[in-house]
């Protein structure tokens, strides 16, 4: 008897010891944004700082096959990519950590963690080690949008680039990963509770809610703007604006490799520069399918991101007629055939594996929250000398490489420590 109650207290206690300290490190990491808003003077920064190796003047001196109008072009290095949430976007974090490093340009990285302070509005004080007059090349890592702070940053040509998916889809994956982050879902009941939810979503949301953003038009506020407007407000038309006019160009997640050649033509890089795997992938399992009728609540309750993407989706295939559809199809024929030529070279088995099944910790992808389902590769063993550096880059998870670029990730390690002594 005594026995039993001696279990039930240790079990208490743990529980509530559990919950407090997941509750503060919740807090730290995600209040942990600077206080001081001491305001910086403003140089501005007129050119690209970029270190421009005579490989580049070679390039433009010989054949290339970038021609704009019969004019051989150079690399653009100066690049702003507005890192939104759960888009395929640690895959192509990755293409550009190698292009940077190829290129040996200037990363603005933030400090202490992994993002500048999301959600809070992006502020150059938040760029490690950041002083006026200095000049970064490439920044890319989670920020909430805030062009003219961004503006002071980055030198006056550079190029914006960002990413859309799907509403429907990007809410399913944003549930999933970030709905135990969004404490009005803890008394959401049942099973499934995304069906729920969606059944009677204002029943349940609560816009003034801790991280509430997460689950409405999570796009839209990525780009600074107001997540809760009425999709009819003039004010989604004129955010649909601001975007068109300061990105030049928008990739969509569906359609992943165009998107890519499309920044190849944009921004005058090569095909070697585009070669991937896919990076941070769902289990199979663990992705559930929406139906018809779930898709459409989805995307009605996700009413301005889809009309976000209804935009971009149009821009982007009138984009891909200029180009030339056949020539688009042959390209993406082409990139796939080098990616898998690669997954070949590279990959232990050619495909991802369950984290549980991934041998290397350098190799270890970043969990969501109380589960295992993101998976990774396994780097060959026997990878001949010419590809052994190229695989890895390739093969490596975000926080491992972002270690490796020189952030420090404090916060954000801390944060896994935590989670794994709990087993959460
Ligand atoms: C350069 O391009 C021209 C015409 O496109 C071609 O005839 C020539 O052989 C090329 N030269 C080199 C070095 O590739
Ligand atoms: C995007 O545009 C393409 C081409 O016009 C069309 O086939 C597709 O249905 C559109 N997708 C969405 C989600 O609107």
Known sequence: ??????????????????????????????????????????LPVPYSCAHRPSQLHHKLTTNSSHQTHGQPCAPKVDVMFLKTHKTASS???????????????????????????????????????????????????????????VAKLLPMDTSYITILRDPAELFESSFHYFGRLVPFTWRIPGDD?????????????????FNSFYLKNLLFFDFGLDNNLEPNSPRVEEGIKFITDRFQLVMLVEYFEE???LLKDTLCWEMDDLLFFKLNARKGSTVSELTPELRERALEWNAIDWKLYQHFNQTFWKRVDAYGRRRMAEEVAELRRRNTEMASVCIEGGHAVDAGSIQETAM???????????????????????????????????????????????????WGYVRNIINW
């Not at 529980?15 to 995600?30: F, Q």
């Not at 500048?116 to 920020?143: A, D, L, T, W």
């Open 91 to 149: 895959t192509f974090l990755n293409i550009l950590f190698r292009f940077g490093e190829k290129h040996q340009l200037k990363f603005a990285f933030p400090d202490s963690r992994n993002d500048f302070f999301y959600p809070s509005p992006f502020e150059r004080s938040q760029v490690k080690e950041y002083k006026p007059g200095m000049c970064f090349n490439i920044i890319c890592n989670h920020m909430r949008f805030n062009a003219p702070e």
């Open 1 to 42: 008897m005594t026995g039993k109650v001696r279990q039930w207290r240790s079990m208490c206690k743990g529980l509530v010891l559990g919950t407090l300290l997941t509750s503060c490190m919740i807090l730290l990491y995600c209040l942990s944004t600077p206080q001081i808003h001491f305001s910086l003077p403003e």
């Open 259 to 261: 998107s890519l050649i």
């Open 364 to 414: 270890q992808p970043w969990q969501p929250i109380g589960e295992k389902s993101i998976m990774g590769y396994n780097l060959k063993k026997n990878v001949d000398k010419a590809h052994q550096k190229l695989c890895r880059k390739m093969l490596m998870p975000e926080i491992q490489y972002l270690t490796e670029l020189g952030v420090n990730l404090w916060i954000t390690k801390l």
């Open 193 to 209: 509770k995304l069906a729920e939810f969606l059944r009677d979503p204002l029943h349940y949301f609560d816009p003034e809610g």
